[in-house]
């Protein structure tokens, strides 16, 4: 599992042979099932965690049953809850996995030491802090300002291939629209074609 | 105005008298009039703005007129639009005054210089970035899962001074709901008092 995320970081980051396997020996490596989870909401968050291979998502669970998607990452991306990793406050979300999959985590202790020993890595980090500032303050913007139709058109547009990995009530439950709406709204969009 | 500034920030970052010095001789201070702008859709942005005195916001204005609140910024706050700065693409959204304002700004490449010279400025920066991406993330939750009476009573709680300083029919274009849902909304919690 490390190995894909060694390819991955030597893209994206400026790190020396050295510096990567100080980062693998601070890694743990999991294999997930289906619907394992990696946290539950209500726990602190502690971990930073690579998707090498599968699908995971954010989510937060409503007193009634409903599930809201803050964020879907496939493979050679990262999730967590950063503020609850960041404060040690108990988290909004849970993270489980929507395939088996396989991830790579690192501690927030680890992580601290990493940064500050690794200039490389802390610059990537700073950007994906910022990258991941803008794609929320875009999709919020998306959130309040687009029709539900609209909505989904973006969807398809950045994710292409998540459409056939995730069932449709997990879109509509990333979107913020009802599975009704949503399904309307792909009936409509058959027969136009 | 730079002294509204220096108070604000010797309480928030480590900075001693020389640092705060040389961001004060690259700092520009404006006043602005209500409804004068400081950035136009389609503009790069090309400062990061902090407002001592008056109120701004950032929104992204429809083809059909329509105005979509993305941030209120109070006195003692910033505002940008974060991923213009960085990338020097063209902003998607407006930043303008709501109340008489008086601002501080600095210049991206100033900036740059001020954090790379200012560990204490730095450290403040990241946290900043941070703070703002828990906020965006927080408010897309918010945005996908709580009801509009939800989403204003929720307002309410986090900013009960704004209410006073904006008109309503913004508040609504900052939920995201229609002006006629939020009257319904308030007509009825007058009815419950």
């Known amino acids: 599992m490390f190995s894909g995320f060694e390819t991955y970081i030597k893209e994206q980051a400026n790190l020396n042979d050295h510096e990567v396997q100080l980062m693998r020996s601070m890694a743990v490596e999991r294999s997930l099932r289906r619907r394992e989870f990696l946290l539950q909401q209500g726990q602190v968050c502690r971990y930073k965690i690579f998707i090498t291979k599968g699908l995971l998502r954010a989510y937060s669970a409503g007193g009634d049953g409903s599930e809201h998607i803050v964020q879907f990452s496939p493979e050679n991306s990262w999730i967590t809850d950063p503020e609850s990793l960041d404060k040690g406050s108990p988290s909004n979300s849970n993270i489980d996995a929507l395939e088996p999959s396989e991830v790579v985590l690192w501690t927030k202790k680890d992580l601290h030491y990493l940064a500050a020993n690794i200039p490389g890595l802390k610059a990537y980090f700073d950007k994906l802090i910022s990258r991941s500032s803008y794609m929320f303050r875009q999709r919020l913007l998306s959130a309040i300002s687009l029709t539900a139709e609209e909505k989904y058109e973006e969807f398809i547009k950045k994710f292409p291939h998540l459409l056939e ?26 027969i136009r074609k």
Do not use: D, K, N
Not at 165 to 184: D, I, K, N
């Open 165 to 190: 990995r995730v069932p449709l009530h997990m879109v509509a439950s990333y979107l913020g629209v009802t599975r009704e709406t949503l399904s309307r709204i792909r009936r409509t969009q058959l």
